[in-house]
């Protein structure tokens, strides 16, 4: 007799449909997830009507400020320029284009076709086929691009440009079949093993590419009647295209593979868990981190003479080893000139507006360092340095990067007004303003969503929400007060500067007493555990 196990005869059923394994898990969770289908339906009601008031609260805004803008030709102001510059159609296509390059850059880093966490845990390892487990995970983000990209064109070509209703709704058939098509061609390449990352760096090529149109048109002098016409062949030749491609992705869903699938479902949860809790930092730290190879370059560190210029390094390497945020720190240096180039929007709203919000993104961008060490305080508490001192050397980087903005920037509004030595001073002065803010906004703490409600024309919102998401913008607008003042008066005094340097003083002094969460949480041995009630 042999030592080996005798396992009696059985019948093997015939293996289920992926289909079937689909439709059972979704039973299962509805059974029990405890919600009706009234509930449904009285979410799908209120996000119908959330979605409405947004869209006409953009067509209002846009609409305004399409009124309130002069007419091309007739800006007063100083030209500087020899060129025939950009037109506000001009910038329209630009900013389309910019929005494709969006679309596929997040196919790339969201997979397109992905699965989550309990399904790549439950499905993947299933000997069944998958095109009947994938196939709602191919039409989820083409559905999600195609809406989302509808909208924002509609509202450009109604609010901005002012098109008729039937061009308006031709455009925005072919801008919705524009980015399904767009989505489905990155799921293409995912089924042929293309890496993701090669997809949303092309996605960011596309994007810069768009920067080149709005400069290249303001040289050029290009100015189109608006957004190119849509004719009804080609709304149907996008739509054989998308057809085309929804059969040859369907086809090619077995060659995915599971770790392609599993790495992009990783990234849209921790990406939908960031939307939900209004927390940009770890949704622009996923969206980065989903583009960057997997192995980086080792570095020898040789600047590193001690903990405050290893602080400042490492802040520096974080960010100089993203290709997108250099990208993005020169593409918001060059809003100031294409806003001095375009005559619709060259005047003091058109640059106080490009200056606040593109130096803010900029800052933000160089301040990635500090993003991080709020949620992952590794360096912060292992380095033999003070809470203080973290704070003061994280500024160093953002102060770095727009220091250089700065030059180019306010450059631009001084060559507009014929005095850049006057708006350089000017913005030298301010560059501790755009570090203090910035790291004031990435040490800010997790939303209150147990603090009461306030009613809003986009639905209740806690309290402590609005006051955590305004840190950083606040002390920015506050301490930019004398730029501002500048930027309507036309000209820069030399009191203004020495005002301007008092207040980026007063920034960086509270920025620095921004507690962090190991203050927070007590875990720092300079200040007391923080009192019940919530964080100063």
């Known amino acids: 007799m042999s030592g080996a196990t005798e396992v009696g005869r059985f019948e093997v059923g015939e293996l289920p449909r992926g289909r079937s394994i689909r439709r ?127 909208v924002v064109v509609g509202v450009l070509d109604a609010g901005v440009l002012a098109a008729p209703g039937g061009r308006v709704l031709s455009t925005v058939l072919a801008a919705a079949l524009g980015a399904a098509v767009v989505v489905l061609g990155a799921s293409l390449a995912q089924t042929l093993d293309v890496s993701r990352r090669a997809t949303s760096v092309a996605g960011d090529l596309v994007l810069a590419g768009a920067v080149v149109l709005a400069v290249a048109s303001g040289v050029a002098g290009w100015r189109p009647a608006g957004l190119p016409a849509v004719s009804p062949l080609t709304l149907v030749g996008l739509v054989a295209v998308a057809g085309a491609l929804v059969v040859a992705v369907d086809r090619r869903l077995e060659r995915i593979p599971s770790r392609s699938l599993r790495a992009g479902g990783a990234v849209a949860s921790q990406a939908v868990g960031a939307v939900v809790s209004l927390d940009t930092r770890e949704l622009g730290r996923v969206l980065t981190d989903a583009s960057l190879p997997r192995r980086r370059r080792a570095s020898r560190l040789r600047l590193v003479r001690g903990p405050s210029s290893a602080l400042v390094v490492a802040d520096a390497l974080v960010v100089l080893r993203s290709p997108r945020r250099l990208v993005l720190l020169l593409a918001t240096a ?95 002065a301010a560059v501790p303003v755009w570090a203090g803010a910035a790291v004031r906004a990435a040490y800010r703490p997790a939303p209150d969503w147990s603090a009461p409600l306030i009613a809003t024309p986009m639905g209740a919102i806690p309290t402590g929400v609005t006051s955590v998401l305004a840190r950083g913008p606040d002390v920015l607008v506050l301490g930019l007060v004398p730029v501002l003042v500048s930027v309507f008066l036309g000209r820069v005094h030399p009191e203004v500067v020495v005002v301007q340097t008092a207040l980026s003083l007063v920034v960086v002094a509270v920025a620095t007493s921004t507690r962090t969460l190991a203050e927070r949480l007590g875990l720092s041995g300079d200040t007391p555990p923080a009192p019940a009630g919530g964080a100063r």
């Open 24 to 150: 059972f898990t979704s039973a299962t969770t509805n059974q029990r997830a405890g919600a009706g289908i009234g509930e449904l339906l009285g979410d799908v009601y209120y996000a119908a009507i959330m979605a409405a008031i947004g869209i006409g609260i953009a067509l209002g805004v846009t609409g305004t400020l399409r009124e309130a803008l002069p007419e091309a030709g007739s800006a007063s102001g100083p030209t500087v320029w020899s060129l025939p510059g950009l037109s506000l159609s001009a910038l329209v296509v630009a900013v389309v284009v910019g929005l494709a390059g969006v679309v596929l850059s997040l196919s790339g880093r969201l997979g397109p076709v992905s699965a989550g966490g309990p399904e790549a845990t439950w499905w993947l390892p299933l000997p069944v086929e998958r095109r009947g487990l994938l196939r709602p995970a191919v039409a989820r983000v083409p559905a999600g691009a195609a809406l989302v990209t509808g």
């Open 334 to 428: 060059l809003v100031p000139a294409l806003v001095g180039t375009a005559p619709e929007l060259a005047g003091p709203v058109g640059f106080a507006i490009a200056l606040v919000v593109g130096g803010f993104v900029a800052t933000t961008t160089a301040a990635e360092g500090a993003r991080r060490a709020e949620m992952a305080p590794v360096l912060d508490r292992l380095l033999p340095l003070g809470a203080r001192d973290v704070r003061l050397l994280r500024m160093v980087v953002p102060a770095v990067a727009m220091a250089a903005w700065s030059l180019v920037a306010f450059g631009v509004v001084g060559l507009w007004h014929q005095d850049v030595p006057g708006w350089l001073a000017l913005g030298v």
